[in-house]
């Protein structure tokens, strides 16, 4: 069963807006954390933002904040003030504590496509 | 210089070729991974390694053969591949359970 949603598949946004990703994760684990990261065409995922389950604020990294909203298990990132190099996949995940069937491994949403406009 | 670097970054190879691609990371890192990113599906976790013991294999074909010789280094030996294995490989490393690191990823077509 797919446990990180994306539904967003593409977004235009124009340089200097901001742009809401949306992701939501199904988990029964108290403990896991969030990720996002990005792809530019080159391939390479870019480590953007982490959210753990207990962090009672909101991750913020610079332009980057994830609106984190645990009883509706949303993990939406937020990009202000878009720049044309923001244009890439961008990829939410969520990394659940380890058990004994599972390494407690990194899965992955289908991904958002951001194109920024100038 | 990401931390994790994989090569080659792009491969072409018939069916009936054997090759293998090379993943190397020096962050101190304890588990890497291999990944597999084909054209509008998400990443396939494939195989992972903890301290150079392969921990899970995602049910993978096993023209795909993994090796880690060391907790630098991880390996994907390929042989007779199919056309549907065209795909981004990437291989990642992590600390315990912290976040991923990357690489550039190996760009692999099978003709």
């Known amino acids: 069963a797919q446990k990180i949603t994306q539904t967003q598949p593409g977004m235009f946004v124009q340089e200097k807006e901001a742009v809401t990703l949306d992701c939501t994760y199904d988990t029964s684990d108290q403990s896991y954390g969030l990720f996002w990261y990005k792809q530019p065409s080159s391939g390479e995922m870019i480590f953007l933002i982490y959210q753990g389950s207990y962090d009672e604020q909101n991750a913020t990294e610079g332009r980057y904040s994830l609106n984190f909203q645990k009883a509706r298990k949303s993990a939406n990132l937020v990009i202000s003030a878009s720049q044309l190099g923001d244009s890439a996949m961008y990829f939410c995940?969520?990394?659940?504590?380890?058990?004994?069937?599972?390494?407690?491994?990194?899965?992955f949403g289908a991904g958002t496509q951001v194109v920024v406009t100038p | 210089e990401t931390g994790v670097t994989q090569t080659p970054r792009h491969l072409v190879m018939g069916m009936t070729n054997k090759k293998s691609l090379k993943c190397e990371q020096h962050l101190g890192h304890n588990a890497m991974y291999w990944y597999k990113q084909s054209a509008k599906k998400p990443l396939e976790l494939m195989f992972v390694y903890s301290l150079e013991e392969r921990v899970e294999n995602n049910s993978v074909p096993s023209r795909f053969s993994p090796e880690c010789p060391n907790s630098s280094h991880l390996f994907l030996h390929l042989h007779t591949l199919q056309p549907e294995d065209s795909a981004l490989y990437l291989c990642a490393s992590s600390r315990d359970s912290y976040g991923y690191t990357f690489g550039s990823g190996t760009r692999l077509t099978v003709v």
């Open positions: 995940a969520m990394r659940e504590a380890p058990s004994d069937d599972s390494w407690g491994k990194l899965q």
